[in-house]
């Protein structure tokens, strides 16, 4: 079954400091990853896209990693901000004939002052 | 250049009302979709355009409708509401299927009583 899991589910850190979100998925075959940042009562936003041959992909502050052997992803904040508190949601797009966006269900990132 | 826009962001209905809800996006992309995001889970498709005049299910289809008779506005429409479809409605689009960034609405929250 096509899944995509992630961990924590909730995370609490300092302002300044760094963490690591972290994605497994069990979803072949595999097309493309993303990262998705989700502001408390707004939509997604896309934050990173990768592809199989892609281990590594920055977006600022935001660096995203690709193990496709271990089928894991990680998402690493680094100086967090107060404005990164937000949900984080991993997707992997799977493709056999047609495209299907397996979402996680998020790790929910606080940052205190 | 206003993105993914979604009407109403609130609404209230009692079992068995009727509604639609709309998304608009002035980016000429080709691909529309609808999810719902419910606690605990991650985004389930409804329904999902290619293009104007071609639309298919999701993953949870049952009990809404759409239609694309314009590539702007892609309209879901609750036949007659149920408690069960209390949820948070995103609207996205895309230029296309699988290798492109998804661009959110921000939403519509939906309670059925």
């Not at chain 1, 096509?2 to 690591?20: D, F, H």
């Not at chain 2, 206003?2 to 080709?30: I, R, W």
């Not at chain 2, 979709?33 to 639309?55: E, F, K």
């Amino acid at each position: 079954k096509n899944q995509v899991e992630q961990s924590p589910q909730s995370l609490i850190i300092l302002e300044g400091k760094n963490c690591t979100l972290q994605c497994n998925y069990t979803v072949s075959p595999f097309s493309n990853l993303r990262w998705y940042k989700q502001d408390t009562g707004r939509g997604p936003v896309s934050l990173t896209i990768m592809t199989f041959s892609e281990n590594t992909k920055s977006n600022g502050r935001y660096t995203a990693t690709l193990d496709a052997d271990t089928k894991q992803s990680s998402l690493h904040i680094t100086a967090s901000q107060l404005s990164d508190s937000a949900s984080y949601i991993c997707v992997v797009i799977t493709t056999s004939g047609t495209y299907k966006y397996i979402f996680g269900t998020g790790t929910r990132l606080k940052v205190l002052a | 250049n206003a993105g993914v826009t979604q009407t109403p962001k609130f609404q209230v209905l009692k079992t068995g009302q009727s509604m639609t809800l709309q998304c608009a996006q002035d980016m000429n992309h080709e691909y529309m979709s609808w999810y719902r995001q419910d606690p605990g889970m991650g985004l389930r498709l409804i329904h999902y355009s290619v293009g104007a005049g071609i639309t298919d299910q999701g993953e949870v289809p049952n009990g809404y409708n759409v239609s694309r008779s314009t590539t702007e506005d892609f309209p879901l429409r609750l036949l007659s509401a149920a408690p069960s479809q209390t949820s948070v409605y995103f609207c996205a689009s895309s230029l296309g299927q699988g290798r492109y960034i998804q661009y959110f609405g921000a939403g519509t929250r939906l309670s059925v009583l």
